[in-house]
């Protein structure tokens, strides 16, 4: 049986990759920093510990699995020093095939750290896939959220372009068949999206919509999402760069393409912006002890 290691499996990708690999039949072993959490989250899972900076603890994640889901912890920007050398410390190990999970458009952007680990990739002459999805349905609950149970706002530097959002769980279950079926997908790239590209002024309809308040979209400015990140969010410079430059590139139609991939992939249809709100919806309401606060 093929054995997947998901590293970052606390994140919304690695859960999503975890649980779509164990209902197609393949035994996943769970990987992160916080064993305790782990077994937490995935009482039914095999939960190891592991930092990529700490290389005494890859061996053991490594030991006895087949295949890596791959993915870059957002405060990691050193390539060289992290993901890079676990590349060639899992393929020594013997690991079959690796799936990272990239950015839309990284082929493009030389200076994004998901660059250097997929020329990395291709460097090694050995079994691999690149996924690179655009922007994230779940964006809205985790880097949005704030902003809209806040603010009543959605507040991004993207201008009227759009985007073709992506549902993490459809992301998982691409990853999942490729480990089901590896040797299809092998040193291949592929761009996944949603069915149908959104303004963001769509996006604040939709919320508003689904949540029976206002929800508006603010433009922001480049200097001004910066400094909103780095004041308010309290991000790293780093994150802070990533995301603005991967905002501002929507103003220019980055993300408004709509990739067949995925559906292709899955023999079904992606799904859509609505049904994802419609599903998360209680997710943008404010908590009691909040609206305590506020009153």
């Known amino acids: 049986m093929t054995r997947v290691l998901v590293t970052a499996a606390l994140g919304n ?4 990759v975890a649980h779509e690999c164990v209902q197609r039949g393949l035994a996943v072993r769970v990987a992160g920093r916080s064993v305790a959490e782990l077994k937490a989250r995935f009482p039914d899972f095999e939960a190891v510990p592991f930092d990529f900076l700490d290389r005494a603890t890859w061996a053991g994640a490594l030991e006895g699995c087949d295949s ?8 990691l920007g050193d390539m060289d020093a992290t993901l890079n050398p676990f590349i060639d410390a899992a393929y020594a190990a013997g690991i079959g095939h690796i799936v990272f999970l990239s950015v839309a458009g990284a082929d493009k952007m030389k200076w994004v750290p ?32 704030r902003d809209i149970v806040e603010d009543g706002r959605l507040y991004v ?39 149908e590209a959104v303004t963001f002024t769509r996006v604040a309809e939709l919320l508003s919509a689904a949540l029976g308040t206002p929800v508006r979209y603010e433009p922001a400015s480049i200097l001004g999402y910066a400094w909103h990140l780095r004041r308010r969010r309290a991000m790293s410079w780093m994150q802070v760069l990533v995301l603005t ?4 590139g929507l103003r220019g139609g980055d993300a408004e393409v709509v990739e067949p991939t995925a559906e292709q992939v899955l023999g079904r249809p992606a799904g859509s912006l609505a049904d994802y709100i419609a599903r998360e919806v209680e997710v943008w309401r404010p908590s009691p002890r909040a609206k305590a606060t506020t009153g």
Not at 119 to 141: D, I, K, M, Y
Request: proline letters at 8%; glycine letters at 6%.
């Open 68 to 75: 890596v889901f791959l993915l870059r912890p957002p405060p």
């Open 157 to 195: 530097p993207a201008a009227n372009g759009r985007v073709a959002f992506i549902d993490v769980r459809d992301a998982g279950a691409v990853a999942a068949r490729i480990f089901e079926t590896p040797t299809a997908f092998r040193q291949k790239a592929l761009t996944l999206t949603g069915p």
């Open 245 to 248: 430059f991967l905002h501002f």
């Open 114 to 145: 998901h660059r250097k680990v997929e020329l990395h990739l291709e460097s090694t002459g050995q079994a691999w896939t690149v996924l690179r999805p655009g922007f994230f349905a779940q964006n809205l609950q985790d880097a949005y959220r």
């Open 13 to 16: 990708v690695g859960r999503e």
